[in-house]
C-alpha cells in the first residue's frame, strides 16, 4: 500500500491529521509502532507499525489481547505517513474516520526476520513490541474472513509479558496526555457523548471527582467546510 490512498480518503483543509511527507523517510534504525484508540462510528484500536517510511496499519476492533488464547480481528487499512505516529486529538464530524483520536500506547518494534514484505506477503509476521502497555512476541496472521485478504489476526505469545488482564480497561488513560478519550473530545472540541462511550465507567466516575476535571477548558468543535467537489 502507499499514502495515495491515505491522502485520496482525506481533506486536509479540514482535518488535522498530518498528510506526510512529500518523500518518505528513509528506514530508521528503531522502528516505532504505536496503537490509537479511536472512537468513529464504533470503536476501534488502530495497531501501526513502522516500516518503509510508512506505518502500515491495522484496524483492531476489540483492541490488543495479552491473553494468548484470544485471537484478535485486525483488518488491514491503508498505509498512514509516519508523522501519524504522533496524532492525537479530533477529526471532524462527516469527515473519513470522523471522532476522537488518542495516542493509547507508542514504542518501538523488532520483526523477528529482518524481510518484513515477505513475511506481510506470506501472511505471517512476527515481532516483539517494546511499549508502555504493549510488550513481548507477538505475531500478525492473515487468514480467510469477512475481509477477504485484508483480515488478519493479531496474537500474544506466551512469555513473560502475557497476562490474562484486560489492558485496555485497565490502561484507558493516553501514553502522551494522560487523557480519557472524554477527556480529549471534551478540550479539542469534539463529541464528548460519543467518545466517553469508550471510556470504562470507572475510569470516567474516578475522573469526574478529580478536582482538576472541572478546570479543563474545551474548546470550538473544529469548523466543517464542505467541498463542493463531486464525491
Do not use: C, N
Not at 43 to 64: C, I, M, N, Q
Not at 104 to 117: I, L, N
Amino acid at each position: 500500500m502507499a499514502l495515495e490512498e491515505y491522502r485520496r480518503k482525506r481533506r486536509f483543509g479540514v482535518t488535522t491529521e498530518p498528510r506526510g511527507a512529500a518523500t518518505p523517510r528513509q528506514r530508521a534504525r528503531k522502528l516505532r509502532f504505536v496503537v490509537q484508540k479511536h472512537r468513529a462510528g464504533r470503536l476501534h484500536y488502530d495497531f501501526r507499525l513502522e516500516w518503509d517510511g510508512v506505518l502500515l496499519s491495522w484496524a483492531v476492533p476489540k483492541g490488543p489481547s495479552l491473553d494468548p488464547r484470544v485471537k484478535r480481528l485486525a483488518v488491514r487499512v491503508e498505509d498512514h505517513p509516519i508523522e501519524y505516529a504522533k496524532f492525537e486529538g479530533v477529526i471532524p464530524a462527516g469527515e473519513y474516520g470522523g471522532g476522537t483520536v488518542m495516542l493509547w500506547d507508542r514504542g518501538t518494534w523488532t520483526p523477528d526476520e529482518p524481510d518484513v514484505a515477505k513475511h506481510l506477503a506470506k501472511g505471517d509476521l512476527k515481532f516483539a513490541l517494546h511499549g508502555r502497555k504493549l510488550a513481548g512476541s507477538w505475531v500478525l496472521v492473515r487468514t480467510r474472513g469477512y475481509q477477504g485478504d485484508e483480515s488478519w489476526l493479531l496474537i500474544k505469545h506466551r512469555d513473560e509479558a502475557a497476562s490474562t488482564r484486560d489492558v485496555t480497561t485497565a490502561k484507558p488513560r493516553s501514553v502522551v496526555s494522560d487523557r480519557l478519550l472524554a477527556e480529549i473530545a471534551f478540550e479539542e472540541g469534539g463529541d464528548v457523548r460519543q467518545a466517553v462511550t469508550a471510556d470504562p465507567p470507572s475510569a470516567v466516575a474516578a475522573a469526574l471527582r478529580d478536582p482538576r476535571t472541572a478546570r479543563r477548558k474545551r474548546k470550538r468543535a473544529p469548523a466543517v467546510r464542505h467541498s463542493k467537489r463531486a464525491s
